[in-house]
């Protein structure tokens, strides 16, 4: 099938749909992935991401859509496609009664080249537990022996599915540092995450999905400008005071780019806050309103989400 | 600290088999279900079945103006053990089984016992013999003897190839079956088939450490029967080994199709039963075959353990050739083949 493929992208899907059942997993998504960039996909849990994942790594068939991996397709079992990618599940269990050194020696016999199996482990920070059970080891720590196992064979492409979900904030940085370094040698990397964080600190461009389509792409920075504000103030009052606050008056303040409420909860997009948060207090006073919290923060890939779909990544 | 440790890269075939080694090895059940317990399964049931002197029948003589006399008579015969009783202990005793038959205080005695009890009708036989000799009736003739306990005929001997039998097939079934679920369910498999691992590879290696793990399983178990308790060898070695093997990968191919669909460990094990269970039953461990009716002989001679548990029998203990196994052997090899090939189409990889 004819197509405008682009020489320089290391993923390049058109038109992907994926059913299961009465379910669309997936419904026409395009993307591509430009190489030497770390691309995210954003989206809540069940918005397609790991579908599209699985599909890019050839262990799901689309039900229609072209995909190109690293200039190649999928067909038969894709060994020699296989040899250049590496490939992290959302959750592996590995044996526990081998040895870490072992299972990461046993995904390096997969491969025609890659690393040592020592340089590996030093790589995630497991020399220690190079001898230990994989039994004994915390969830940061299986987290990064499955990062080894996918980096073992010295990807071109590097695809991970969910990297921290579950870890501890310490955890989760440390396997950001090793991603970063990876990228930093300028190979690829695809991600898929529902931590706005994660996307904003590893990712070059990001694609938030929803329903199984992108329905944003830029850089975080880009997508966070989309917005036309860069802060958002956060406040409620009391049940009692709430017929007095309406969308138009708020929408009236200086500053103020866009108003979102929810049960009683009320967010502004503004530009500065230290001219919107005056005059909103001093509004909120003239009607009598007392807020009963009022929080500020810089605008985020979450905010994002919430200006384009009304709701939270994390809600589902 | 040394060095740290330099780390060989392997061909994928051998690091997979090393991992499923290096697992089954490290788990101090496994190493005992598999190598332990057949052997004590062995010691014990060749303890309690093993042969010993023909026992006296114990038989009562009901207390009376005769049986001073009539226990006199009984215990010239040394195959039987009288004692004297009350009429009612007496009958007591025999309706709890200590005592197999009872001789009434009458003149002519009667005798009761049960028919349907072998020791019951062989205690009436030489009972009857006893107290017809003492009563003055002479014999035509005196019967020459002769006794035969040869190795071979013992029930321990029987019981060894079938406890054999019954070890192929448990490991070759548990030892795949529950690996492959548990990779299955824990996304391992789907890992490994997204690094570049073939598949081929995979199972291969699962089968490669099967078949290295019957060397010290069927080894030990007929080590120790064969030099400790005595168990025969009347066949070829050669042959004896080829049947485990053949044996060994028939039940390996039915470990690999009784697993190739379930996500679960309960789902397997219900379908491991399901295939085990009947086996189990009807093929012949602890008894032989020929106690189920004609009926059901052509369900009984079709199942794999059957014909794997008559091979081993017919080479351990009949010394019987590969020729004339043949049928056995070829109806393993089908169960084999025929699961292998359905369980490759239907294996589930994710």
């Not at chain 1, 899907?13 to 994926?18: D, S, Y």
């Not at chain 1, 990712?203 to 958002?232: F, N, Q, W």
């Not at chain 1, 005056?278 to 909120?284: C, G, I, N, Q």
């Not at chain 2, 740290?4 to 690091?15: D, F, K, Q, S, T």
């Amino acid at each position: 099938m004819d197509h405008a493929s682009v020489p320089d992208s290391a993923v390049w899907c058109k038109g992907l749909c994926k059913r299961y059942g009465d379910v669309v997993a997936l419904a026409g998504l395009d993307l591509e992935v430009r190489r030497g960039e770390c691309f995210g996909m954003l989206g809540p849990n069940g918005a397609g991401k790991t579908t599209t994942v699985e599909i890019f790594e050839g262990l799901r068939v689309p039900d229609s859509g072209d995909v190109e991996v690293l200039g190649d397709r999928w067909r038969g079992d894709g060994l020699r496609l296989r040899a250049r990618l590496g490939i992290q599940l959302q959750e592996t269990k590995f044996p526990e009664k081998l040895r870490v050194s072992e299972v990461v020696g046993l995904f390096r016999s997969f491969y025609p080249r890659g690393l040592a199996v020592s340089a590996m482990l030093a790589l995630v920070a497991l020399e220690e537990k190079a001898e230990a059970y994989v039994r004994t080891l915390s969830g940061g720590q299986k987290q990064r022996l499955s990062l080894a196992c996918a980096l073992v064979g010295d990807p071109e492409l590097l695809f991970l599915d969910e990297p921290t979900t579950g870890l501890d904030p310490q955890s989760r940085r440390q396997t950001w540092e090793i991603v970063e370094g990876f990228k930093a040698r300028g190979r690829t990397v695809l991600l898929t995450t529902h931590y706005m964080e994660e996307a904003a600190q590893l990712c070059d461009r990001v694609a938030v999905v929803d329903h199984g389509k992108v329905i944003a792409l830029g850089t975080p920075r880009e997508l966070i400008a989309s917005l036309g504000a860069e802060h958002v103030v956060e406040f409620a009052v009391a049940d009692s005071a709430a017929p007095a606050v309406t969308e138009s008056t708020l929408r009236a303040l200086p500053s103020v780019e866009g108003v979102e409420s929810d049960t009683g909860n009320w967010r502004l997009r503004v530009r500065e806050v230290h001219r919107a948060v005056p005059a909103l207090l001093a509004a909120l006073a003239e009607r009598g309103a007392q807020p009963t919290h009022l929080t500020t923060h810089s605008a985020t890939l979450e905010d994002v989400f919430m200006a384009l779909t009304g709701r939270r990544l994390r809600d589902g | 600290m040394a060095e740290p440790a330099a780390y060989a890269v392997r061909a994928p075939l051998i690091e997979l088999t090393l991992a499923r080694i290096r697992e089954l090895t490290r788990e101090p059940e496994a190493v005992f279900w598999v190598f332990v317990f057949p052997i004590v399964l062995a010691a014990i049931l060749g303890l309690a079945f093993r042969s010993r002197p023909p026992e006296p029948l114990p038989v009562a003589v009901v207390a009376g103006p005769h049986s001073q006399a009539r226990l006199a008579a009984l215990s010239r015969d040394a195959d039987l053990k009288p004692r004297e009783l009350a009429a009612t202990d007496a009958h007591l005793a025999l309706a709890r089984g200590h005592v197999v038959l009872v001789v009434s205080a009458d003149d002519p005695p009667s005798y009761a016992y049960d028919p349907t009890q072998p020791e019951s009708r062989a205690a009436r036989l030489a009972v009857d013999a006893a107290l017809q000799r003492s009563a003055g009736r002479t014999d035509a003739f005196a019967p020459g003897r002769t006794e035969l306990t040869e190795p071979g005929a013992r029930y321990v001997d029987f019981l060894v190839p079938g406890l054999l039998g019954m070890n192929l097939m448990g490991t070759g079934m548990w030892g795949i079956g529950f690996s492959l679920v548990v990779a299955r369910n824990g996304n391992l498999l789907k890992r490994l088939v997204a690094a570049p691992a073939r598949r081929s590879h995979i199972l291969g290696a699962q089968l490669t450490s099967r078949l290295l793990f019957l060397i010290p399983e069927a080894g030990a178990l007929l080590l120790f029967a064969h030099f400790l308790l005595g168990v025969p060898l009347r066949g070829s070695v050669i042959l004896l080994v080829g049947i485990s093997l053949l044996g060994a990968l028939a039940f390996s191919g039915l470990g690999l199709l009784t697993a190739a669909r379930p996500r679960t460990i309960e789902g397997v094990s219900g379908l491991m039963n399901l295939v085990m269970v009947p086996m189990w039953i009807f093929s012949g461990i602890f008894f032989s075959t020929e106690r189920f009716p004609a009926a059901m002989q052509p369900f009984v001679q079709a199942l794999p353990l059957t014909a794997l548990n008559d091979a081993l029998r017919g080479v351990m203990l009949e010394g019987s050739g590969f020729v004339s196994l043949l049928p056995e052997l070829a109806l393993l090899a089908v169960w084999g083949s025929v699961s292998f090939v359905v369980a490759l189409k239907i294996f589930r990889w994710q």
